[in-house]
């Protein structure tokens, strides 16, 4: 079965201090691996998409990155507004109707 | 362009009461998605409508039924509520090879 497991569950960092949050997948074939970003009392914002190791993809201060057994989310110099719940997910080669979710990573960034 | 909306945003009934939660979206989207989300665990798929006229199970289905109304409308109803879905539902919507957008969420408590 497939399986997604994030951590760190929760970070804390000062503003400006970049850090990563690790996504760790098992997957019988991966069709794609899926970044989402969550503020509260909201539904999940999509952020980005990787379909194979070694894919790299950037919007502002986010970077995410793939390998064949883990995704990273890279934050470079942070902002308050960065604060949000990060969700990663995968989709499998044969469940092309649904998307399987980590529990997140809490992100608090502190001015 | 709202996107995916979901009515009601909060809700609260007894043990037993039915309901049905609504969903509409607005960007043509073939595929449409009932997930709910409880702290500590991932997103769940309960029901999914991969295109007009077709619903399929998802991982939590017990409890719950569907109804694809048209292209746009993708309802989830609770014919007897228990306390054990006490939860936030989120529907979502995607085309082919696009990821999920989601609404932002129904907040359900049963006591």
């Known amino acids: 079965e497939d399986q997604v497991t994030q951590s760190p569950e929760a970070l804390r960092l000062q503003e400006g201090e970049s850090s990563s949050l690790n996504c760790s997948y098992t997957v019988s074939g991966l069709r794609g691996l899926f970044w989402y970003r969550q503020d509260p009392g909201k539904g999940p914002e999509f952020l980005f998409t990787?379909?194979?190791a070694g894919e790299e993809k950037e919007k502002e201060r986010l970077k995410a990155t793939l390998t064949k057994k883990e995704s990273f989310l890279h934050i470079t110099a942070p902002k308050p507004e960065d604060s949000a719940t990060y969700l990663c997910?995968?989709?499998?080669?044969?469940?092309?109707?649904?998307?399987?979710f980590g529990t997140g990573t809490r992100l608090t960034v502190i001015p | 362009n709202a996107g995916v909306t979901q009515t009601p945003k909060f809700q609260v009934l007894k043990t037993g009461q039915s309901m049905t939660l609504q969903c509409a979206q607005d960007?043509?989207?073939?595929?449409m998605y009932w997930y709910r989300q409880d702290p500590g665990m991932g997103l769940r798929l309960i029901y999914y409508?991969?295109?007009?006229?077709?619903?399929d199970k998802g991982e939590v289905p017990n409890g719950y039924n569907v109804s694809r109304l048209n292209k746009r409308e993708f309802s989830l109803r609770l014919e007897s509520a228990a306390p054990s879905q006490t939860s936030v539902y989120f529907c979502?919507?995607?085309?082919?090879?696009?990821?999920?957008?989601f609404g932002n969420g129904t907040r359900l408590t049963v006591t």
């Open positions: 997910a995968v989709q499998d080669l044969t469940g092309a109707n649904n998307l399987f």
């Open positions: 979502a919507s995607r085309t082919a090879n696009s990821p999920l957008h």
């Open positions: 990787l379909y194979s």
């Open positions: 409508s991969a295109s007009e006229g077709t619903t």
């Open positions: 960007m043509n989207h073939n595929s």
